[in-house]
Nanobody, 124 residues
C-alpha cells in the first residue's frame, strides 16, 4: 500500500499561484510514477500532470501546459505541483495519485493509489 497526503490547497485570486505537495509513505517512493488529477464540481475527474520515477519524463494536460509544473524529490518522498496563472476554471479538488513506474501505466494514466484530495479555489 502507498499512502498519499496532499497539502497546499486554498483560495487564490485569478492570476495567482499555488503550490501543492503530496507526501508519500508505505512503499519505495522511487519505484512509483506520480500524478495529479483534479475534479471540479459536476465534472469527472481529469488528469492534470504526471511524472515518472526518475523525474525526467513528465506529461501535462493541454489545459495546464505552460502554467503548471510537476516535480518530485525522491529523497523527501514528495511530489509537487506548482500552479501559476490560475483561473476560475482551475477550481477543483486536486488529487495526488501513484502507480508502479512503467511506461504503459504512465501513458495510460491509471494510478492504483489515491490521496484524499485538497481543495483549490480560484476567485474571479
Amino acid at each position: 500500500q502507498v499512502q498519499l497526503v496532499e497539502s497546499g490547497g486554498g483560495l487564490v485570486q485569478t492570476g495567482g499561484s499555488l503550490s501543492l505537495s503530496c507526501a508519500a509513505s508505505g512503499r519505495t517512493f522511487s519505484n512509483y510514477a506520480m500524478y495529479w488529477f483534479r475534479q471540479a464540481p459536476g465534472k469527472e475527474r481529469e488528469f492534470v500532470a504526471g511524472i515518472r520515477a526518475s523525474g525526467i519524463m513528465k506529461g501535462y494536460a493541454d489545459s495546464v501546459k505552460g502554467r503548471f509544473t510537476i516535480s518530485r524529490d525522491n529523497a523527501k518522498n514528495t511530489v509537487y505541483l506548482q500552479m501559476n496563472s490560475l483561473t476560475p476554471e482551475d477550481t477543483a479538488v486536486y488529487y495526488c495519485a501513484a502507480s508502479i513506474d512503467s511506461i504503459v501505466l504512465f501513458v495510460n494514466r491509471r494510478p492504483d493509489y489515491w490521496g484524499q484530495g485538497t481543495q483549490v479555489t480560484v476567485s474571479s
